[in-house]
């Protein structure tokens, strides 16, 4: 398979992929993610980078599963490509250190962010996280720059909940202010409450056989 994708260029990623994925049916990893990284800029992309960090760990080799990271971020500061898959590498890795007991290591890549999104409250969340575990007065510092509750209740229209609660206020005062029921309207009322409880008690029925079914699909599965 190798040999076909070196004299068919145009078939060799799907090639490279069906052959890393045989490999990994076999149990050769290290192979695998040999093949994944050999795929050129295809090997940086997000899907791609996830896999062969997860098989890296698989192999409990983690300092190989931060190098994955840290080449497809350079790749694409490299080549000048501030794309939103950078975004996601760059805090799918930030995440990693800070998992990986690694949180000076996340907190300059998260510093990093927060110069082309300053004012981005996820990054500012996790910085601190990170500053918390090493440096506390720097976290505080940080802290500082979250937005404020003002800020965030600017968001919320105070008159529509005002306005929705006095709706529903205005249900109750006139349910409430009803007259009391004519002995026939209890007796309606009483009627229909049996008839819902006789339609519950179908529909119990019916749940409970559905039930069933869903258990014997699941037991017995149709191919």
């Not at 260029?9 to 090639?15: D, G, N, W």
């Not at 295809?42 to 931060?66: F, M, N, Q, W």
């Not at 790749?75 to 490509?81: F, G, I, P």
């Not at 008839?195 to 056989?209: A, I, M, Q």
Request: net charge positive; charged share 25%; with cysteine.
């Amino acid at each position: 398979m190798q040999d076909f994708a070196a004299t068919n260029p145009e078939q060799s990623l799907t090639i490279s992929f069906t052959l890393a994925q045989l490999l990994l049916t076999q149990g050769h990893v290290s192979q695998a993610c040999d093949i994944l990284r050999s795929l050129g800029e295809i090997s940086h992309k997000p899907g791609v980078v996830s896999a062969l960090v997860t098989l890296y760990l698989s192999l409990e080799d983690r300092d190989t599963a931060i190098n994955v990271f840290k080449e497809s971020i350079n790749w694409y500061k490299k080549n000048n490509l501030q794309s939103q898959e950078m975004t996601i590498l760059s805090q799918q890795y930030a995440e990693f250190l800070l998992k990986c007991g690694q949180p000076e290591g996340a907190a300059m890549l998260l510093e990093e962010m927060r110069k082309s999104d300053p004012h981005n409250a996820k990054i500012l969340a996790r910085l601190i996280s990170a500053y918390s575990q090493f440096d506390p007065i720097k976290a505080k510092e940080v802290s500082h720059e979250l937005p404020s509750l003002g800020d965030v209740s600017d968001s919320v229209s105070v008159d529509n909940l005002e306005t929705t609660s006095w709706s529903m206020g205005t249900k109750y005062v006139k349910k409430s202010g009803k007259s009391e029921p004519s002995p026939t309207v209890k007796t309606t009322a009483a009627e229909g409450l049996v008839k819902k409880k006789r339609k519950k008690k179908k529909g119990t029925s019916c749940n409970k056989k559905r039930g069933i079914s869903i258990v014997m699909n699941i037991a017995y599965p149709i191919f």
